[in-house]
């Protein structure tokens, strides 16, 4: 059976505290940016002395805070040109 896809939603408070849901792995993190897989695809959180507040496994919730300067999604991969071409 296919799991649900859990609504994902930003939530961006004076661009110091980033609030998620549907985060389903924290890809990496330091001070200047935040990696996360969500259900539409990696989005990579730019700033200055962020910090992962939160992360609820169950709910996929994660807070990011610090000075948050860019938001920048990666469409999920559907396989490269050379899937394609083989078929």
């Known amino acids: 059976m296919a799991q649900e896809q859990l609504p ?5 408070k004076d661009r110091q505290k980033l609030t998620l849901t549907a985060v389903t792995e924290v890809i990496s993190f330091d001070e200047t940016a935040v990696v996360l897989k969500t259900g539409l ?3 990579t959180v730019h700033g200055q002395n ?13 807070c990011v805070e610090g000075a948050i ?14 899937r394609r071409l083989m078929g």
């Open 41 to 43: 695809g990696l989005l």
């Open 50 to 62: 962020l910090q992962l507040k939160e992360l609820s496994v169950e709910g996929g919730q994660t």
């Open 69 to 82: 300067s860019a938001l920048l999604y990666e469409e999920p991969r559907q396989g490269g040109w050379l």
């Open 8 to 12: 994902h939603d930003l939530i961006l």
